[in-house]
């Protein structure tokens, strides 16, 4: 089983032409978090090149509700990051840190 970067597959996601493509924490996926992607037509392709990648299953899903029918999960690694708050509780903004592991 191989880690790939979020960014890497979202990448490439949009150059197989997904509508959306984000990534959300899990407890199936061996590296805690995969990479949704949308697409519009079943993306056979996308999916079994992806399983190949990282040498463990990737599940596609028809749903009825979402940016688009078809979802593609995929294992992937996100930059570890912080959320940063000014100006206080009320009105103030939020800033989100990203700090990239040397591996990148």
């Not at 990282?54 to 029918?69: A, L």
């Not at 570890?80 to 700090?99: D, P, Y």
């Amino acid at each position: 089983m191989r880690s790939v970067p979020y960014e890497f597959v979202s990448g490439l996601a949009s150059e197989f032409g997904a509508v959306e493509c984000c990534w959300r924490e899990s407890e199936r996926s061996f590296t805690g978090y995969v990479a949704e992607c949308w697409f519009g037509r079943l993306p056979s392709v996308f999916a079994l090149k992806w399983a190949a990648v990282v040498g463990y299953q990737v599940r596609v899903r028809c749903v009825s509700s979402g940016p688009s029918k078809f979802v593609v999960s995929i294992p992937v690694t996100v930059p570890q990051g912080s959320i940063r708050l000014s100006g206080g509780q009320r009105g103030g903004q939020a800033q989100v840190v990203v700090h990239y592991p040397s591996a990148y």
